[in-house]
């Protein structure tokens, strides 16, 4: 089977690099064109790159030549890790010119006809394509997006308990890695000792997305669950790995073995589909009271799963509980690889 080949638009940025990493020997795909700002456009991608991971850059991704972001690109889809300001206009335009655009920005997520999608949660949602390809005046291109790193951890234990329970009311406290804010980031002298609250957007993306992501397409419109949630954010001194402190009230009356009970028999509807990316269980219960840690779960699944502490009632909600997700992966590249491979198992791509 030939490969696709796939266009990565901020590959030099932390997104762009896990995007690369994480191709790296893909069975489906391969990258073939990268593309980052005027600043790195006609640098071999080795020097334009700042690399930061531990696995070196792919030898066929060394001497590449950085391309501009513009239509015109020898790829069959695009994965982008633009800067939300950039990818505005820039996926708009591919888009429009017939490519497939599969994003981690957060421009285009809330728009009525685009995809906020999760594989194992929403792959109902792809419906919405015939109206945004109709917007976009085209028959191939389009954009799909996926979340904010810290809502995408968070859905999953709500969605078990809105499927099983209904679920009213969520509070969450993140405590969000620094790779999150991109390279360079914080500046040193203003995290090294202390947590930065209130980072900027980020509490009113947690408190909407969850909501178009669990809510329905219906009659070529979203609805939205009915759901309220209150986020509160930080940024505090760890490389990868966002941890959540979660409270939940629910619409029926449960015990917290009964609300552990759901989560863990959380099933997708895409477990049959067989993606590479897709981590079996996709939600992962620990039973001890110090887990999830950003160090020692990061990476189960790969990177791809969410690993959620033990469930306790709780004295102002119904229960609270923490969970963890690696930001760069699950939340942000592993996540628009797997919504490729969805893509591509149902013939869009
Ligand atoms: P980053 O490290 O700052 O990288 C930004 C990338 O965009 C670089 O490759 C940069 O290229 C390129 N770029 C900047 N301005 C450009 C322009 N005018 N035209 C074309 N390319 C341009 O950012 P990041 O953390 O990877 O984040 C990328 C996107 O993913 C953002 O929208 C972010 O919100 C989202 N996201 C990030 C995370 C995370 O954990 N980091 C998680 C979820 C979503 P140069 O090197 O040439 O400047």
Redesign the pocket.
């Known amino acids: 089977m030939r490969k696709l080949s796939v266009g990565i ?8 690099q896990r995007l690369i990493q994480l191709l790296d020997g893909h069975p489906w795909f391969e990258t073939a064109v990268v ?6 456009a006609g640098k071999r991608y080795e020097e ?2 700042h690399w930061l991971l531990e696995t070196p850059i792919p030898a066929s991704v060394r001497q590449l030549v ?1 391309q ?2 513009r239509p015109g690109l020898a790829c069959d889809f695009v994965l982008s ?4 300001r ?2 505005r206009e ?1 996926e708009l335009e591919l888009a429009k010119s017939g490519m497939p655009v599969i994003s ?3 421009s285009h997520r809330m728009e009525p006809d685009v995809p906020l999608l999760i594989p194992e949660i929403n792959p109902e949602h792809l419906a919405a394509l015939d109206v945004q390809k109709r917007r976009l005046g085209g028959a191939k291109g389009y954009i799909v997006t996926n979340p ?2 810290s809502t995408i951890g968070l859905v999953f234990p709500m969605a078990a308990l809105e499927r099983k329970f209904g679920l009213e009311a969520v509070h969450v406290v993140t405590m969000q890695a620094l ?5 360079p980031g914080e500046a040193s002298l203003d995290i090294i000792d202390n947590v930065l609250p209130a980072i900027e957007g980020e509490e009113e993306k947690i408190e909407t997305e969850p909501l178009k992501i669990l809510g329905r397409w219906k009659e070529s419109k979203f609805e939205d669950a009915a759901i309220r949630i209150s986020a509160l954010t930080h940024r505090v001194s760890v490389r990868d790995g966002h941890l959540e402190a979660v409270s939940v009230k629910l619409r029926t009356a449960a015990s917290a073995q009964d609300v552990a009970e759901a989560m863990r028999a959380f099933t997708s509807p895409i477990d049959e589909l067989a993606l590479p990316s897709a981590p079996r269980p996709v939600m992962i219960l620990e039973s001890h009271a110090q887990r999830p840690q950003p160090r020692l779960d990061r990476d189960r699944g790969h990177g791809m799963a969410v690993v959620v502490g033990p469930v306790a009632p709780c004295p102002v909600l119904d229960f609270k509980f923490r969970l963890l997700s690696h ?2 992966i699950r ?2 590249a592993g996540a628009a690889v797997l919504n490729a491979e969805l893509l591509h198992r149902k013939g869009m791509l």
Request: hydrophobic residues 35%.
């Open positions: 638009l901020g590959a030099t940025g932390t997104v762009g593309a980052a700002s005027d600043n790195s334009a790159a950085v501009p972001c890790g633009l800067p939300s950039v990818a820039t981690n920005a957060g904010n790193c790779s999150g804010a991109g390279y930001n760069t939340g942000a």
